[in-house]
């Protein structure tokens, strides 16, 4: 879509207030409501990524929520992550677990569906290149595929988003951006290299719609996969080489600032 002028007059008046917030926001101070700062304390790759991923599927509804059930998800696992999801068997080995609709049976799902991915590879190969889906949204279908090659209820298959049916996939959209961003600011974590942070997609939520469209970045109304597509264009132009930067300026005016 062509670029709508706004308030700000122009595109480059627009373009350096968003340099400029996504520099504010991009701090280690981030960190301090957001749930990953729970995935900072791991150093080891493998407990990264698994702690990353569990936390970010349960991201939505109240930040400190989301937090508290992260805790609980690490404390489950003893704190070492890849250890326990390599030694586990069943759902009899857990405690109750229930976050808004993310419970038990979801999580023993999940603790299958990775030990699986890791007795094959790792989570990074997982989210490879598809043959015939480009970019992040063959990514994300590869890792949908491999996932769900375990048994489970139907209801679990929510929880992990499907681009093929034109969702967003806001939180493994949040993983990727996680995984995949250089650690240089101290808040992302950057430890996967296969994956260039040009093909990021931003975790589309309502405080960034919400922004991108009081901006003139998005038309549509909907935060689908097609509104994303559609307000990556726009972010591109403005980075090419890292255009996920914006989410901290998108997300951090209407969290901060309530804008």
Known sequence: MEFSPNKF??????????????????????????????VHQFKEKKDIEISGLLIALIAWGNRKSIIKSGENLLKIMDYRPHDFIMDYENIRQLPKFVHRTF???DLDFMLRGLKSIYQNGDLEDAFSKH???????????????????????????????????NSSCK????????????????VDIGIWKTI???????????????????????KRNQNDWKALEELMVNLKRFDSKDPVKYDFALFGLGVFENF
């Open 9 to 38: 007059g122009n595109e480059k008046d627009l373009i350096d207030f968003l340099n400029q917030k996504a520099i504010q926001y991009e701090t280690p101070e981030y960190l301090n409501s957001d749930p990953l700062g729970l």
């Open 103 to 105: 419970n038990t049976i």
């Open 131 to 165: 043959e015939y889906h480009k970019g992040i949204y063959g990514r994300i279908f590869n890792f949908r595929s491999k996932i769900l090659n375990v048994s489970h209820e139907k209801r679990s298959e929510k929880h992990i988003a499907n681009p093929l049916t």
């Open 171 to 186: 939180r493994l959209n949040m993983f990727l951006r996680w995984m995949v961003r250089s650690s240089e600011k101290g």
């Open 196 to 218: 260039d942070p040009s093909e990021l997609y931003i975790p589309l939520d309502v405080h960034s719609g919400r922004n991108a469209r009081l901006f003139g970045l998005l």
